[in-house]
């Protein structure tokens, strides 16, 4: 059974910094694309960033470029995030492909295991 488990949310002040994490478990992460999204009260899932399987390419949602950086480590994905805004207040997901040597998946229904989620809340 694969299982994704995020850790790393939390309340922080606008300005600052949080650091989220990913473990995979059940299968190894090697070979998969993996990504994170982020869902606001009332709105659509959104991509943050997703990074292909040998992490040499990433994609980032256009209102998080240059603040967020995602990586990748064995069956850990993580997520900087810096220069919160209260407009990144949201749960945010940890998500890996299916797939083997693929392509990087962009949209989020491409994706075929969640994590449970993790709030993050930005006070202004």
């Known amino acids: 059974q694969v299982q994704l488990e995020e850790s790393g949310g939390g309340l922080v002040q606008t300005g600052g910094s949080l650091r989220l994490s990913c473990v995979v478990s059940?299968?190894?992460?090697?070979?998969?694309?993996m990504g994170w999204f982020r869902q606001a009260p009332g709105k659509e899932r959104e991509r943050v960033a997703v990074i292909g399987w040998s992490g040499g390419d990433t994609y980032y949602g256009d209102t998080v470029k240059g603040r967020f950086t995602i990586s990748r480590n064995a069956n850990t994905v993580s997520l900087q995030m810096n220069s919160l805004k209260p407009e990144d207040t949201a749960v945010y997901y940890c998500?890996?492909?299916?797939?083997?040597?693929?392509?990087?998946?962009?949209?989020?229904?491409?994706?075929?295991?969640w994590g449970q989620g993790t709030q993050v809340t930005v006070s202004s």
């Open positions: 059940g299968r190894t992460a090697a070979g998969a694309a």
């Open positions: 998500a890996l492909d299916n797939g083997y040597y693929s392509g990087t998946p962009l949209e989020a229904d491409e994706y075929d295991y």
